[in-house]
């Protein structure tokens, strides 16, 4: 779930940040199809939903009985 989720968060990020270099993911070029303020909602979405998944996959490591014990 870390995994999935970073990449998720990643996506959302590039998906805000590229426009402003003229660039754009191929993957997400179907947001702008939508209108300004769905592609907003998305993207932002993107990033929520990717951190959330980051930090539940987070939890689930240290919450797992096979993980070994943290030394102090």
């Known amino acids: 779930m870390k995994k999935i989720g970073g990449y998720i968060a990643i996506f959302g990020v590039l998906a805000i940040v590229l426009p ?6 191929r993957l997400l070029t179907w947001i702008d ?12 979405g993107l990033i929520v ?6 930090l539940m ?12 014990p943290k030394s102090e």
């Open 33 to 44: 199809n939508w209108g300004e303020t769905v592609s907003w909602a998305i993207k932002i």
């Open 57 to 68: 996959g987070n939890k689930e490591e240290d919450e797992s009985p096979n993980s070994m």
């Open 49 to 54: 939903i990717g951190a959330v998944l980051f």
């Open 20 to 25: 402003f270099f003229n660039l754009q993911l």
